[in-house]
């Protein structure tokens, strides 16, 4: 369902004109340690995009900045990544 919207929002002229939505998709399997490896995976692709380090590495791509995440379906799970993310200042 989350796939079939981002979808409809980024083919309508109406909603969030010239904007792009994206998404990254991982499967947790409901527990914390594979919802914190996850989280960390993008986060850190974020921050290494940020610092301009091209000349330096061979980066491929350019991956857009991660402005929020829908968190997982159990508390206990989106409560430590809540945790993780707030460090970074990335909304859940």
Same mark, same amino acid.
């Given at each position: 369902?989350?796939?079939?919207?981002? /979808? /409809?929002?980024?083919?309508? #002229?109406?909603?969030?004109?010239?904007?792009?939505?994206?998404?990254?998709?991982?499967?947790?399997?409901? !527990?914390?340690? =594979?919802?914190? /490896?996850? #989280?960390?995976?993008?986060? %850190?692709?974020? =921050?290494?995009?940020?610092?301009?380090?091209? /000349?330096?590495?061979?980066? !491929?791509?350019?991956?857009?900045?991660?402005?929020?995440?829908?968190? %997982?379906?159990?508390?206990?799970?989106?409560?430590?990544?809540?945790?993780?993310?707030?460090?970074?200042?990335?909304?859940?």
């Amino acid at each position: 369902s989350m796939i079939f919207a981002i /979808e /409809e929002i980024n083919n309508s #002229s109406t909603l969030l004109p010239n904007i792009t939505l994206g998404y990254r998709i991982f499967d947790t399997c409901n !527990t914390v340690s =594979k919802a914190l /490896e996850a #989280s960390l995976s993008f986060v %850190a692709q974020n =921050k290494i995009d940020s610092l301009n380090l091209d /000349e330096f590495c061979n980066c !491929t791509g350019n991956i857009p900045s991660t402005i929020a995440v829908v968190g %997982a379906s159990g508390s206990a799970v989106s409560t430590a990544v809540a945790d993780l993310l707030g460090l970074f200042y990335i909304p859940q």
